[in-house]
């Protein structure tokens, strides 16, 4: 069964360090999407991604976080100056074939711990 | 994902009983609601969806309740199994993409 993969599975950074996180979608998938968790709290929707531009985005997206999809399999979230307070599960989702779906598939997560 | 277990409700049954897990959804204008179960250390894994258009839907051992009047979801998963235990949330969406999850529920279940 085809599945959302995600590297790495564990980060750490300093503190005002950019990071990168990296996720390979469903391939013929056309959404793209990005949620934290923090400990202990519930998935928090960050971005979404449609025709190589942001289609929503929350609060939480501000101008230190970038998304890219440089080729036609990878999906990124780059944090530029990473703040303690950014230390949480990263999940990257995709969903819909052609026509669209509603159903996101998950990633199995990046574990981002800022010191 | 991580979730720490003193920070959810917990539900605990026997291997074999039915289960409901409850969840109440904050805007009237959703109109898709999903039920995701996460286990530690993966992500969300998506159970079952419904739309507002319904107020039950069932899949392979899950049914989903839909309450609009009360802005209520609940998810009954039959016979429970050790392999159900996990944290299961609800999530609505209210626009084109964004979910919204709530806080989410641990089921525990005992051989």
């Known amino acids: 069964e085809p599945e959302v993969t995600q590297t790495p599975s564990h980060q750490v950074t300093q503190m005002g360090q950019e990071v990168i996180l990296r996720c390979v979608p469903i391939?013929?998938?056309?959404?793209f999407y990005w949620y934290r968790q923090i400990l202990g709290q519930k998935v928090e929707f960050l971005v979404s991604?449609?025709?190589?531009?942001?289609?929503?985005k929350s609060e939480i997206f501000d101008d230190q976080f970038s998304v890219e999809r440089p080729d036609g399999s990878n999906f990124t979230l780059k944090i530029r100056s990473t703040k303690l307070e950014d230390s949480a599960m990263y999940f990257c989702?995709?969903?819909?074939?052609?026509?669209?779906?509603?159903?996101?598939?998950f990633g199995p997560g990046t574990r981002l711990t800022v010191t | 994902g991580e979730n720490v277990g003193l920070h959810l409700p917990t539900l605990s049954v026997q291997e074999g009983d039915n289960s409901i897990i409850n969840c109440a959804y904050s805007?009237?204008?959703?109109?898709?609601f999903i039920w995701y179960k996460q286990e530690s250390g993966k992500g969300p894994q998506f159970i079952i969806d419904?739309?507002?258009?319904?107020d039950k839907r069932q899949g392979q051992r899950v049914t989903v309740l839909l309450n609009k009047t009360v802005k209520h979801l609940s998810l009954q998963i039959a016979a429970t199994q050790p392999g159900d235990s996990a944290v299961y949330f609800c999530?609505?969406?209210?626009?084109?993409?964004?979910?919204?999850f709530g806080k989410g529920t641990m089921l525990l279940v005992s051989p």
């Open positions: 989702a995709s969903s819909g074939l052609a026509g669209g779906s509603y159903e996101q598939y």
């Open positions: 391939s013929n998938h056309l959404y």
């Open positions: 991604f449609y025709n190589n531009e942001i289609s929503e």
């Open positions: 805007n009237s204008a959703s109109d898709y």
């Open positions: 419904i739309r507002s258009n319904m």
């Open positions: 999530a609505e969406n209210m626009g084109y993409s964004t979910l919204t």
